[in-house]
């Protein structure tokens, strides 16, 4: 999954020119403040929107495939805490390392003085981002789960017509050929048009749709997402988080999201 800058290429120099734009009209913003020169100060901005940019890529990462929101409220409030102060010291960190190999040390002692401003400006902004981004997701997810009732009934049509199961999938990775037991297999993950397979072990990457997968796999392997399939002998326990969200934990510690209707046919498969 991509994050949606990078869906296209205009929109991908979008995303780029606004952080860049940021960066340089908040550093032109302080030039009645500090005794740099202008240039320093619009070549700083710009680098600093560059550098926020790519924790921005990391965050949504972060916020759609983690479950920060712990068990409880109090959980999520620190885990979404640790995780801004980590962005935080990761792009002055970043930032301030590189400056100080280009530009002489007045020059660097003054950038310094404007951090304080800088940390205020990037919390209120990563908190904008967070919420933004949780919104998105939620919205994802939505869709995702009505797109997965819909599929439902074909994807149980086809898997009723199918022949004998496999016991393996045979999987290429550059000269070699992996043939994986799918008793190994613990879940199966849909990637664009690529599906990965999970072990205990390790990943592998095979070009295949998780439809065609899903008919020949054998009956304990449950579809309970539209990116996601099941091993339901490495379940180790269902839980709900969060409102009509659902969480597979298996015994290794892997954790995937469940639809409301992978969720129900997942229960009726265990019996519970």
């Known amino acids: 999954m991509r994050h949606p ?5 205009s929109r991908t120099l979008l995303y780029l020119g606004c952080f860049l734009l940021s960066g340089s ?19 700083e901005g710009a680098f600093s929107g560059l550098v926020l940019s ?6 949504w990462f972060v916020l759609r495939f983690t479950r920060l929101s712990g068990n ?83 994807l149980t049509e086809k898997k009723t017509v199918a022949l004998q199961p496999i016991d393996t999938i045979t999987v290429k990775s550059g000269a070699n050929i992996h043939l994986i037991p799918v ?10 048009d690529y599906v990965l397979l999970y072990t205990a072990q390790t990943r592998y990457i095979k070009e295949e749709t998780m439809k065609h997968l899903e008919s020949q796999l054998p009956g304990h392997f449950v579809r309970i997402h539209r990116s996601y399939i099941v091993n339901t002998n490495a379940i180790s326990r269902l839980e709900l988080y969060e409102k009509q969200h659902y969480l597979v934990t298996l015994k290794t510690g892997h954790q995937v999201r469940a639809s409301t209707n992978g969720y129900k046919v997942l229960k009726e498969k265990l019996q519970l």
């Open 54 to 59: 790519g924790l921005t890529v990391m965050l």
């Open 25 to 43: 009209v908040f550093a032109l913003s302080l030039t009645g403040m500090s005794s740099l020169p202008f240039g320093t100060l619009l070549l």
């Open 5 to 9: 800058a990078f869906t296209s290429w």
């Open 72 to 154: 409880n409220p109090l959980q999520g409030f620190f885990n979404h805490l640790a995780l801004l102060a980590l962005l935080l010291v990761v792009w002055l960190g970043t930032e301030h390392l590189i400056i100080f190999l280009i530009v002489n040390r007045e020059t660097f002692t003054l950038l310094v003085e404007m951090m304080p401003i800088k940390v205020i400006i990037g919390t209120l902004f990563l908190l904008l981002m967070v919420q933004h981004y949780g919104r998105t997701s939620s919205d994802t997810d939505q869709v995702e789960q009505e797109a997965d009732t819909c599929d439902e009934e074909p």
């Open 183 to 192: 008793t190994e297999l613990l879940y199966l993950q849909a990637e664009g």
